[in-house]
């Protein structure tokens, strides 16, 4: 059974910082991409970053830019958001999302559309 859970979520201080998990059981990342997402009450989701697996390349929102890093532990099939500096509006539900990397351009990954699999999300609220 293919399913991500993340994890890492939590309450936070404006300025903070928080690294979220998305673990991969059921597959392999190999030729994935993984996608972090955000919903907050009122707003469409948005792409925050993105990580191309097999050739490591990265994407990111420009809210994010600069205060969040993406990564991953091929070994641990894990894919991981460093989030420093974190704003108020950084406030969401976080999920992570797993899909066939068949796109080489890093801001499609940003989008939805190239993930089939979604985990189920992980609190993060920035108090100011």
């Known amino acids: 059974e293919v399913q991500l859970v993340e994890s890492g979520g939590g309450l936070v201080q404006a300025g903070g910082s928080l690294r979220l998990s998305c673990a991969a059981s059921?597959?392999?990342?190999?030729?994935?991409?993984i996608g972090w997402f955000r919903k907050a009450p009122g707003k469409e989701r948005e792409g925050v970053s993105s990580?191309?697996?097999?050739?490591?390349?990265?994407s990111y929102a420009d809210s994010v830019k600069g205060r969040f890093t993406i990564s991953a532990d091929n070994a641990k099939n894990t894919v991981y958001l460093q989030m420093n500096r974190l704003k108020p509006g950084d406030t969401a539900v976080y999920y992570c999302a797993a899909g066939r990397a068949r796109h080489s351009r890093g801001a499609y990954y940003l989008l939805s559309r190239p993930y089939d699999y979604w985990g189920q999300g992980t609190q993060v609220t920035v108090s100011s």
């Open positions: 059921g597959f392999s990342l190999d030729d994935y991409a």
């Open positions: 990580i191309l697996i097999s050739d490591g390349g990265t």
